[in-house]
């Protein structure tokens, strides 16, 4: 078996480098670690509406980059840190997902940045 790393490199905050990858793909199993709604480096403010759609904007990208796409994505993990923005956040969701919507869990955690979401996904597709 091979393993791939993507992204292991400076891309937190003020350019750190952080302790993980952003995607670790093996024998066609892509895992995509939890994404923020972060641009060059730091947390964007505003409500889960915009948070959301710039989290999963990371998502896709990080997708890409490995050669995969929301179509071969089967579950998603979703952190809210205020459980009063579900509805908002799927209305988003749905808007990306609602054509291939994978297995999901949602839960309500304090998260570790300032910001409203994480989302992490596991994608696959057949090996070459």
């Not at 990858?21 to 060059?40: I, N």
């Amino acid at each position: 078996m091979t393993i791939k790393r993507y992204g292991a490199e400076k891309s937190g905050a003020g350019g750190q480098n952080l302790p993980f990858a952003r995607a670790v793909e093996a024998d066609g199993w892509l895992h995509v670690s939890g994404q923020v709604p972060m641009k060059d480096g730091e947390i964007v403010g505003g409500g889960i509406v915009e948070q959301t759609h710039l989290t999963i904007k990371n998502v896709i990208s990080i997708l890409e980059e490995a050669g995969y796409g929301l179509e071969h994505v089967v579950r998603v993990g979703v952190w809210l840190d205020d459980p009063r923005d579900f509805w908002s956040f799927n209305g988003v969701y749905k808007d990306y997902f609602g054509e291939h919507p994978p297995a999901r869990a949602c839960v309500q955690a304090t998260m570790m940045v300032d910001c409203k979401v994480e989302i992490d996904c596991i994608a696959y597709k057949k090996p070459d």
